[in-house]
């Protein structure tokens, strides 16, 4: 049984920061790369950055490059996305995945978590 659960959400002005967080319940967490993806209303789901088993060579959405930062504990079986500079066009549902790839162009999603809202006002 796998269980993803994001927390870290929030109401945010554009400029400021959220760090969000993932706690994964999943046999050998440490041997799945991970990600985050995000989809608003009426909107497709959007990549936004994936990491793998060791937690480098991270690969970021075009629209979030040099504002956010993914990384993991594997330690913790944990998941996070530190999002800088946060934009109205970031307001989003935000959601952890275990990830088959990390490039954008070639991942797939897996199991997936409920997400956290990320609301960003201008």
């Known amino acids: 049984q796998v269980q993803l659960v994001e927390s870290g959400g929030g109401l945010v002005q554009a400029g400021g920061s959220l760090r969000l967080s993932c706690a994964a319940s999943?046999?050998?967490?440490?041997?799945?790369?991970m990600g985050w993806f995000r989809q608003a209303p009426g909107k497709e789901r959007e990549f936004v950055a994936a990491?793998?088993?060791?937690?480098?060579?991270?690969h970021y959405g075009d629209s979030v490059k040099g504002r956010f930062t993914i990384s993991r504990d594997n330690a913790k079986n944990a998941l996070y996305l530190q999002m800088n500079n946060l934009r109205p066009e970031d307001t989003a549902v935000y959601y952890c995945?275990?990830?088959?790839?990390?490039?954008?162009?070639?991942?797939?999603?897996?199991?997936w978590g409920q997400g956290t809202q990320v609301t960003v006002s201008s």
């Open positions: 990491v793998n088993w060791a937690g480098s060579d991270p």
């Open positions: 995945a275990v990830v088959h790839g990390i490039s954008p162009q070639t991942i797939k999603y897996g199991y």
């Open positions: 999943i046999d050998d967490f440490s041997a799945y790369s």
